[in-house]
């Protein structure tokens, strides 16, 4: 690297992209050309993603603060400047959803959507209200008060809760108290009568404490949510002795790990604030000293802005996008041909969700159930969606007799518990599960199935870069492939063995396999890009993924770019790779696309000097994916397939409209589109594909420092 650049300079930091990346979900809220309801969908995200951020990211970065370990990023702050700027960020954020909030429900009104108050229901609607509430509500609720014979209660992560204050009328002393939200009852209820109006359940609550408190003056209810310490810590446990029984463990203390935000009312009296501080802080976590007055956002009148999703369902057509079907792959549209004969005629390539989950990926499962010369499934499951037909597959495939292993993982964030119960599901069912490693995730998406057939036993695979998944397999865009390849199917079939035996498997004919080879194998190819470039040979980079974080492969994309190879990064999240450094990275753009779908895909494509190479696969660019979690990365072969990744590509690059490009500064500006609109997203859903038969384009970042500028094709 060039001496004048300081090495932090070269690197942006990770917590402060994913801010950024937040704020261009949040500006999808904002963009009056998306749909109301649409609109109202991405505010919700951008909430549930911030809670995680929070669980996650931010109380990791001050347990570092608290014991005192040095913590620097790739940029050179620490943990406490970390926490600083995030804190900033994060309130300027804050500000601008709130003001969305404000604005779409004013939008919504005329449209006849409406949150309102208790006090603004007529005498018939307000008495229907309180009959709901003491048919359903009431028996549901449990009043708990703090006093010295009741101490502070537990209250669990990310729920709703009210605190309420009560007078004594016989011997005038003031009581403290807590009421917990349900979560599983429905956040709004429906006004009778009133087609698309609601209240909020605990504006209900707080209007009927009476109940709850008999003899009692309500003095005032406020509500408040905490966020809690989330991560799950396994990096003590070796060879733990039931990995099952230790998850379900830590998932449910994870519950009430220490405080990290709390979030209040914006009328709550201070010496409630006050309380609520000292008792988190004392009661609930006594080794927790930093939570602070600092640590208190006021969050408005409506608290977990993410159940605004159940609100963005509503079925008004004219306020959300325009229903799709998705399509069948034309290899696939004959009902009476084998799924099995058309792979072996031909490898497969699918693109979800425009083309069609079930048509695809679980009629291949369903058939390898149902043919009686399969003679094994294997499969691995990140997350998944419950009682699917994948499911319902694997299942009817191990009662008909046929061997079925599934790897587990029981470590997918956020999804612990459901995973653990369809683990046991399947288990009783007589699947073999499996669950990997204590100190590595499963995060490959493969599926093999073996079939006994004339010329002897052949493999046939699924390869992936989403989940098997039928809920986000029609909101997040993925890419798979379906192959009998020989040497796909060898390598497949050891990866599976390394996870359901003992093995320390590194070779693989075909694969990229982390933590196996994947790292050292992707920089041996940025690295060949920039030979063929210094030999004057065609020389290209494009990569397609959720995040860019690893500094290795960074320092290789920025050696490649000062050899002359063109590179292009379609990154949707995190990069911490900065563009456009005169001498370093002047050959490298980075694009970034926000809209309807939530990218999803991982796709690397390399020029190698004409003799083009395509990859496909469930790792992202970062750390934990190359050292910390097992992925599998495989090549896409032959001309037709080549030609469909190379469109998709393009169409992506060529993006006018949810396009977001990053500049040196670290400054992300969306692009506004110059006569035609190019949505890739529009473009997909009518193709799949977004056919095109000409070569990657570049796409040149105009000057960081002229955000309107308009990009230029070449």
């Given at each position: 690297?060039?001496?004048?650049?300081?090495?932090?300079?070269?690197?942006?930091?990770?917590?402060?992209?994913?801010?950024?990346?937040?704020?261009?979900?949040?500006?999808?809220?904002?963009?009056?050309?998306?749909?109301?309801?649409?609109?109202?969908?991405?505010?919700?995200?951008?909430?549930?993603?911030?809670?995680?951020?929070?669980?996650?990211?931010?109380?990791?970065?001050?347990?570092?603060?608290?014991?005192?370990?040095?913590?620097?990023?790739?940029?050179?702050?620490?943990?406490?400047?970390?926490l600083?700027?995030?804190?900033?960020?994060?309130?300027?954020?804050?500000?601008?959803?709130?003001?969305?909030?404000?604005?779409?429900?004013?939008?919504?009104?005329?449209h006849?959507v409406?949150?309102?108050?208790?006090?603004?229901?007529?005498?018939?609607?307000?008495?229907?209200?309180?009959?709901?509430?003491?048919?359903?509500i009431?028996?549901?609720l449990?009043?708990?008060?703090?006093?010295?014979?009741?101490?502070?209660?537990?209250?669990?992560?990310?729920?709703?809760?009210?605190?309420?204050?009560?007078r004594?009328?016989?011997?005038?002393?003031?009581?403290?108290?807590?009421?917990?939200?349900?979560?599983?009852?429905?956040?709004?209820?429906?006004?009778?009568?009133?087609?698309?109006?609601?209240?909020?359940?605990?504006?209900?609550?707080?209007?009927?404490?009476?109940?709850?408190?008999?003899?009692?003056?309500?003095?005032?209810?406020?509500?408040?949510?905490?966020?809690?310490?989330?991560?799950?810590?396994?990096t003590?446990?070796?060879?733990?002795?039931?990995?099952?029984?230790?998850i379900?463990e830590?998932?449910?203390?994870?519950?009430?790990?220490?405080?990290?935000?709390?979030?209040?009312?914006?009328?709550?009296?201070?010496?409630?604030?006050?309380?609520?501080?000292?008792?988190?802080?004392?009661?609930?976590?006594?080794?927790?000293?930093?939570?602070?007055?600092?640590?208190?956002?006021?969050?408005?009148?409506?608290?977990?802005?993410?159940d605004?999703?159940?609100?963005?369902?509503?079925?008004i057509?004219?306020l959300?996008?325009?229903?799709?079907?998705a399509?069948?792959?034309?290899?696939?549209?004959?009902?009476?041909?084998?799924?099995?004969?058309?792979?072996?005629?031909?490898?497969?390539?699918v693109?979800?969700?425009?083309?069609?989950?079930?048509?695809?990926?679980?009629?291949?499962?369903?058939?390898?159930?149902?043919?009686?010369?399969?003679?094994?499934i294997?499969?691995?499951?990140?997350?998944?969606?419950?009682?699917?037909?994948i499911?319902?597959?694997?299942?009817?495939?191990?009662?008909?007799?046929?061997?079925?292993?599934?790897?587990?993982?029981?470590?997918?964030?956020?999804?612990?518990?459901?995973n653990?119960?369809w683990?046991?599901?399947?288990?009783d069912?007589?699947?073999?599960?499996?669950?990997?490693?204590?100190?590595?995730?499963?995060?490959?998406?493969?599926a093999?199935?073996?079939?006994?057939?004339?010329?002897?036993?052949?493999?046939?695979?699924?390869?992936?870069?989403?989940?098997?998944?039928?809920?986000?397999?029609?909101?997040?865009t993925?890419?798979?492939?379906?192959?009998?390849?020989?040497?796909i199917?060898?390598?497949?079939?050891?990866?599976?063995?390394?996870?359901?035996?003992?093995?320390?498997?590194?070779?693989?004919?075909k694969?990229?396999?982390?933590?196996?080879?994947?790292?050292?194998?992707?920089?041996?190819?940025?690295?060949?890009?920039?030979?063929?470039?210094?030999?004057?040979?065609?020389?290209?980079?494009?990569?397609?993924?959720?995040?860019?974080?690893?500094?290795?492969?960074?320092?290789?994309?920025?050696?490649?770019?000062?050899?002359?190879?063109?590179?292009?990064?379609?990154?949707?999240?995190?990069?911490?790779?900065r563009?456009?450094?005169?001498?370093?990275?002047?050959?490298?753009?980075?694009?970034?696309?926000?809209?309807?779908?939530?990218?999803?895909?991982?796709?690397?494509?390399?020029?190698?000097?004409?003799?083009?190479?395509?990859?496909?696969?469930?790792?992202?660019?970062?750390?934990?994916?190359?050292?910390?979690?097992?992925?599998?990365?495989?090549?896409?072969?032959?001309?037709?397939?080549?030609?469909?990744?190379?469109?998709?590509?393009?169409?992506c690059?060529?993006?006018?409209?949810?396009?977001?490009?990053?500049?040196?500064?670290?400054?992300?500006h969306?692009?506004?589109?110059?006569?035609?609109?190019?949505s890739?997203?529009?473009?997909?859903?009518?193709?799949?594909?977004?056919?095109?038969?000409?070569?990657?384009?570049?796409?040149?970042?105009?000057?960081?420092?002229?955000p309107?500028?308009?990009?230029?094709?070449?």
């Amino acid at each position: 690297m060039p001496d004048m650049h300081a090495q932090e300079t070269l690197y942006l930091n990770r917590e402060l992209c994913w801010l950024a990346f937040n704020a261009r979900v949040l500006h999808e809220a904002t963009d009056p050309r998306v749909p109301l309801l649409e609109r109202l969908k991405f505010l919700a995200i951008f909430s549930s993603n911030l809670d995680e951020f929070f669980m996650v990211r931010v109380a990791g970065l001050r347990r570092h603060l608290e014991s005192g370990t040095s913590h620097t990023a790739a940029d050179g702050l620490s943990a406490a400047d970390q926490l600083a700027a995030i804190r900033t960020r994060v309130s300027g954020l804050l500000t601008e959803r709130r003001q969305c909030l404000e604005h779409l429900l004013q939008e919504l009104r005329p449209h006849g959507v409406r949150i309102i108050a208790m006090h603004e229901l007529t005498g018939p609607e307000r008495r229907a209200i309180d009959e709901q509430f003491e048919s359903a509500i009431f028996p549901v609720l449990t009043p708990l008060a703090v006093d010295p014979s009741h101490p502070f209660p537990n209250v669990s992560n990310l729920s709703v809760s009210l605190a309420v204050e009560v007078r004594d009328p016989e011997v005038g002393t003031t009581h403290f108290a807590r009421v917990k939200v349900p979560a599983r009852l429905t956040r709004w209820l429906a006004v009778p009568g009133r087609a698309h109006e609601f209240v909020p359940l605990e504006q209900v609550i707080g209007e009927n404490l009476e109940a709850l408190f008999p003899g009692m003056e309500v003095l005032g209810w406020y509500a408040f949510r905490v966020t809690r310490y989330s991560d799950l810590e396994l990096t003590n446990l070796e060879d733990p002795d039931d990995l099952l029984a230790t998850i379900e463990e830590r998932v449910f203390e994870r519950r009430f790990g220490e405080v990290i935000r709390l979030e209040v009312q914006d009328d709550m009296p201070q010496h409630l604030r006050v309380l609520l501080l000292e008792e988190l802080r004392d009661a609930d976590f006594p080794a927790q000293t930093s939570l602070s007055e600092a640590d208190i956002e006021n969050a408005g009148h409506l608290l977990d802005l993410s159940d605004m999703l159940a609100l963005s369902q509503l079925e008004i057509p004219e306020l959300r996008d325009p229903p799709f079907t998705a399509s069948v792959p034309h290899e696939l549209r004959d009902p009476d041909c084998s799924i099995f004969d058309v792979i072996r005629e031909r490898d497969i390539l699918v693109h979800h969700p425009f083309d069609s989950f079930p048509a695809t990926v679980e009629r291949l499962l369903q058939s390898a159930a149902k043919d009686e010369h399969v003679l094994a499934i294997k499969l691995t499951l990140y997350r998944t969606s419950g009682d699917t037909a994948i499911v319902r597959a694997l299942t009817e495939a191990a009662q008909g007799g046929k061997q079925v292993a599934v790897l587990v993982e029981l470590k997918a964030r956020v999804d612990e518990a459901n995973n653990i119960t369809w683990a046991r599901t399947l288990e009783d069912y007589g699947v073999h599960v499996a669950y990997g490693s204590a100190l590595l995730k499963t995060h490959t998406k493969v599926a093999l199935i073996v079939r006994q057939e004339p010329e002897g036993l052949r493999r046939y695979v699924h390869i992936g870069t989403g989940n098997y998944n039928s809920r986000t397999a029609r909101l997040y865009t993925d890419v798979g492939l379906f192959t009998c390849s020989p040497s796909i199917g060898a390598d497949v079939s050891d990866l599976f063995n390394s996870l359901t035996g003992i093995s320390r498997q590194r070779l693989y004919r075909k694969l990229l396999v982390a933590p196996a080879n994947m790292r050292d194998r992707f920089i041996e190819l940025i690295e060949r890009e920039g030979e063929h470039a210094r030999a004057g040979r065609p020389a290209r980079i494009v990569a397609k993924m959720n995040a860019l974080v690893d500094a290795v492969v960074i320092d290789a994309l920025y050696r490649a770019s000062q050899a002359g190879v063109e590179i292009d990064l379609i990154v949707r999240g995190i990069c911490c790779l900065r563009p456009g450094i005169p001498g370093v990275s002047d050959n490298i753009r980075v694009l970034s696309i926000v809209g309807r779908f939530l990218e999803h895909s991982r796709i690397f494509h390399f020029g190698n000097g004409g003799e083009e190479e395509y990859y496909i696969g469930s790792a992202d660019w970062m750390p934990r994916n190359f050292l910390r979690r097992v992925e599998a990365v495989a090549p896409v072969e032959g001309p037709r397939l080549q030609a469909r990744l190379r469109s998709l590509l393009r169409t992506c690059l060529e993006d006018n409209r949810q396009a977001w490009e990053l500049h040196a500064s670290g400054t992300w500006h969306q692009r506004k589109p110059v006569g035609q609109i190019r949505s890739a997203h529009v473009r997909l859903l009518a193709d799949s594909w977004g056919e095109a038969p000409e070569p990657i384009p570049n796409v040149k970042v105009p000057d960081a420092g002229s955000p309107q500028a308009q990009p230029t094709t070449e």
